[in-house]
């Protein structure tokens, strides 16, 4: 099974996506938590943010959930996931898939950014940001929507949420 968490940096995806993870290892070993960030290190990051290097970003990271699903592997991915296209090909090309998508307001992401993402955006100093220059669509068809005031819960409370959901499916 490939659970997909999507939402705006400062979300919660990551943090939301390890606790996730750390309970379906509970139950199942053959678990890959895979993250947007951390993708992008192992790629050596070369891409940059723009549209077109986000697309080309997508394409890998559902690509490689599809190999490894492939080959009996569950896996947790944490991703802005801005492509509604890469979504349908998901629930198409993937033996089991649930999406969730974390709602957080851009005003409660950004109390949360850690990295200064947003303001720094906001300055102009920094482009090609998801919520600020390129624009968020909304996931057309999540399995699991967390909205104010769910999305502002505890991550543990959150992923538990998500895991009685799926835990029949893995």
Not at 26 to 33: A, C, I
Not at 95 to 121: G, H, M, N, Q, W
């Amino acid at each position: 099974m490939i659970t997909w968490i999507i939402g705006i940096s400062g979300s919660g995806k990551t943090t939301v996506g390890k606790l996730l993870a750390d309970k379906i290892r509970s139950r199942v070993p053959n678990l890959v938590f895979l993250d947007g960030d951390l993708l992008r290190d192992v790629w050596g990051d070369n891409l940059g943010h723009d549209v077109d290097a986000r697309a080309m970003n997508s394409h890998r990271f559902c690509h490689l959930c599809r190999m490894l699903d492939r080959q009996n592997q569950h896996v947790v991915a944490a991703i802005l996931s801005i492509f509604p296209h890469w979504q349908k090909w998901n629930r198409e090309n993937f033996s089991k898939y649930f999406e969730v998508f974390l709602d957080v307001p851009l005003e409660v992401a950004r109390r949360r950014d850690t990295k200064d993402i947003y303001e720094r955006a906001l300055r102009g100093e920094l482009r090609n940001v998801v919520g600020v220059d390129i624009p968020f669509p909304q996931p057309p068809s999540p399995d699991l929507t967390f909205g104010v005031p769910d999305v502002l819960e505890r991550p543990e409370r959150i992923a538990g949420r998500i895991f009685s959901r799926i835990e029949n499916a893995l």
